[in-house]
């Protein structure tokens, strides 16, 4: 395509203001568009300049140190299928011909893209471990070393193909992070957001790992309190007067953002937290949004989740990883007398690896490894469940590994012919390269 298509507008072309956002995962809140995302406190979107851009158009538009290409037209033949097609966010609202020739202006020859297609090409021979080594000394090495830095680097470090490598960089960058005594309010979402990746990567500091996130989540819910009390709260019998009220009618997605707005004045906590729960089960039941709607709630994610009640939630979910194997083994045992699904069997083989006592492990991993493959008629979101914990499933068992392995080149294989029906597309590529891994196992 980039060789195909080397012309585009002039400079100044006014659509070009409209922009794509490259962000860094950890810093946003919520994506809302492939255009602008929702940041946490303190963050913003910046032009190439430094410039602060306002939601997702960029008046300053310049391309000296980036530049991204967009081809929206393409040939006639082309734009007309993707009109047939339709918006994939938008049923039944489909472009027109007209945006053809608004936006095909072949004004200026740029070859940019190109060249730096080919650059890309040259730099694949390079060694990736080599150069991310060298990266991960260089930065460690740094002394003012801060929380963003060093998730960037365990991350980084979490790419190596050579697992000593990986461990040594992995456990380095840890073990720094931990050591950070003060951490700013960003930070500490930061951390918390990274929380199941370094759970799932670390077993020498899980223990420390799980009281840092609780003591960071209590220092987010205490920030959120004291935000709210800091604000101008009015009567709390009035508003819950009100609150009852609105309930009582028929609600849409903006009265019930509306009244989750106003418990956020209420001084009484646990009246907060209850109509907070209420508001929240009448949100999850609508099914069919309005696109302005939708707009709404995107726009109202951010406060959703910075309320206490969301993480006193995650504290509590983070708190239940130290509980005493004697509770485990009971929710485990009480599980397993039910019929479980496979999704049910997989979030209790997950529990079941939190077990200390090492034969318990063992003995409920087996159990429930003998149940889940006994399953044969499986569907599509179950196949998916089953093979994203391959990984899991293959690094805690010998005795099942062939029938693991068989079972997932099944599924695999099943997904392919999921995705193939709908048309060639990433997803079907992804699972047949998946499959190709898990049969070399073999």
Same mark, same amino acid.
């Given at each position: ?18 922009? !794509? ?25 910046? $032009?190439?300049?430094?410039?602060? @851009? ?8 310049? @391309?000296?140190?980036? +530049? ?6 393409? =040939? !006639? ?6 009109? $047939?097609?339709?918006?994939?966010? *938008? ?16 004004? @200026? ?36 070393? $801060? ?44 951390? @918390? ?30 920030? %959120? *309190? ?17 609150? *009852? ?7 849409? %997605? ?14 009484? *906590? ?72 496979? !999704? ?15 034969? +318990? ?35 805690? =068992? ?6 693991? %392995?068989?079972?997932? %080149? ?33």
């Amino acid at each position: 395509m980039i060789e195909r298509f080397t012309k585009r507008p002039r400079d100044g072309f006014g659509a070009n203001n409209h922009v !794509k956002t490259i962000v860094n995962p950890r810093r946003v809140n919520q994506r809302v568009n492939p255009h602008n995302a929702i940041y946490f406190l303190d963050n913003i979107s910046v $032009n190439e300049n430094g410039e602060p @851009v306002p939601l997702y158009f960029n008046p300053q538009n310049t @391309v000296e140190k980036i +530049q991204l290409n967009h081809y929206f037209t393409k =040939s !006639k033949e082309e734009f007309i299928k993707k009109i $047939n097609r339709g918006k994939a966010d *938008q049923v039944g609202n489909k472009r027109k011909l007209d945006e053809f020739d608004a936006y095909q202006r072949g004004e @200026v020859e740029d070859l940019t893209a190109l060249k730096l297609f080919n650059h890309f090409f040259r730099l694949q021979k390079i060694n990736y471990d080599q150069s991310t080594i060298r990266d991960l000394k260089f930065m460690l090495a740094e002394e003012d070393l $801060n929380i963003e830095l060093l998730l960037t680097c365990f991350h980084r470090a979490h790419g190596l193909k050579d697992q000593s490598q990986r461990e040594k960089f992995e456990s380095e960058s840890l073990e720094k992070l931990l050591k950070i005594k003060e951490i700013q309010m960003d930070e500490a979402q930061l951390f @918390v957001d990274s929380l199941p990746e370094l759970l799932l990567t670390s077993t020498n500091y899980r223990g420390k790992i799980i009281a840092r996130g609780i003591e960071l989540f209590e220092m987010l819910e205490n920030f %959120i *309190q004291q935000k709210s009390k800091s604000e101008i709260c009015h009567d709390d019998e009035s508003i819950i007067h009100d609150l *009852q009220s609105m309930l009582e009618s028929e609600l849409t %997605i903006e009265k019930i953002l509306t009244c989750f707005h106003r418990t956020q004045d209420l001084k009484d *906590q646990s009246q907060r937290k209850k109509f907070g729960y209420t508001l929240i089960e009448k949100l999850l039941r609508f099914h069919k949004i309005p696109m302005d709607e939708a707009q709404l709630l995107a726009d109202s994610l951010p406060e959703f989740l910075l309320t206490s009640l969301d993480y006193q939630r995650r504290r509590n979910l983070l708190e239940s990883l130290n509980r005493d194997d004697e509770s485990m083994i009971h929710d485990l045992e009480s599980m397993l007398e039910s019929e479980l699904t496979i !999704k049910e069997i997989l979030t209790c083989f997950h529990r079941a690896q939190d077990l200390k006592d090492q034969s +318990q492990r063992e003995k409920f991993e087996s159990v429930l490894l003998e149940k889940l493959l006994k399953f044969k008629e499986i569907q599509i979101d179950d196949a998916r469940l089953f093979v994203d914990s391959l990984p899991k499933l293959l690094s805690t =068992s010998t005795k099942h590994r062939e029938k693991i %392995i068989a079972r997932g %080149i099944e599924l695999f294989h099943m997904l392919e012919d999921f995705h193939r029906r709908k048309g060639p597309c990433v997803e079907q590529f992804d699972c047949q390269r998946r499959r190709y891994l898990l049969e070399s196992l073999k």
